[in-house]
């Protein structure tokens, strides 16, 4: 796979920001193993909610929110630690702006928001479109404005997985109901009705548009999709094997009302496997809400042991960057290559994990 090499920045594209830069990628100098790659939607491929009504100023808004650090001061007022966004805090006794007020879609609006006020417009405008309207391609926004419907940067994974020949799957994994928009704008790109990626409609990718779901309880993990049905009861290796078996784009919907149940802590998350003695197969997981703290995060990590007895759940700062990855939502809409550099850095840091396996 090609790939940006991991010491180049993207400093340079600062100052041009609604321009495509083409840069050479390098050749990626780990195994070429077949790539599962699980991905979220909202906030982290496409900047839409559809079960909240939220179009994309209210989503970047909100992704802001969490991003961004401070503390309520002696005075009891609230007070900036940090003027840089980040994913986690910048030192200790940071705490995020939503964990503090809640979701604001307004926050850049407000009088405590409006410090990142530019951040804001900028992303925001790069993900306009400027095409002809298309339903399945564009969306309008708040704002009456057209907007991306998935961000260029995954469909810059899905040409750079395809050019280099990769051997791997998609898997769209999501709480909300968006998966058929989700999967039909897969279709309509894969159509070469795209205008920036026309080119790939000379690419074969199979592409299942029926969404399946995937269902938890106690006992069992089950998974349907059209006449399919797997279930953890017969193996505890059934769905991970399924997963590692699929090739090209699929979606499934994950149990909301389960992690609600477990207190939308890791251990009523999406459900997700990973067998680091078959290093064939790598499976990574991208998601906004992948948290360090497991109280906190939407994945369930589970690894399989060597002696072949089941799995143990492992703490997200251990997969962090290797199987995990913590959607940086600003660098995925302005970076081109923000997923193909995800994707880069959990295969090399995946080689270390499994050699010390």
Known sequence: MELLPADQDTESEESVPNQRINKVPTALRCRRSKLIVHLDLNNTVQLFDTITRQGPKSALSYFLTTVTWGRINQEGKWEWISQVPSLNPPCDGAVSYYSQFGKLLDFTETEDGCLFRKIFSDHLQQMEWTGPHDDNLSATGEDGREYHRILPSFFELIDCLLSQNREFAIVFRTFGSDLCQALKTMQVTLLGQHPQYKHLQMKHIPLTLAPGKIRCNKKDVVLTLGSERISTKSSSKALYDYFSSLEGIVGFQDHFDWWARNDFSSQGGKPFWIDPSERGIQHIFIDDNIRLNDADTIVHPQVFVEDG????????????????????????????????????????????????S
């Open 309 to 356: 007895s089941g799995t143990r759940t492992i703490p997200t700062a251990k997969l962090y960057d290797i199987c995990l990855v913590q959607t940086d939502l600003l660098k995925a809409i302005h970076d081109r290559h923000y997923f193909i550099k995800c994707v880069q850095q959990c295969e090399e840091n995946y080689s270390n994990y499994t050699a010390l």
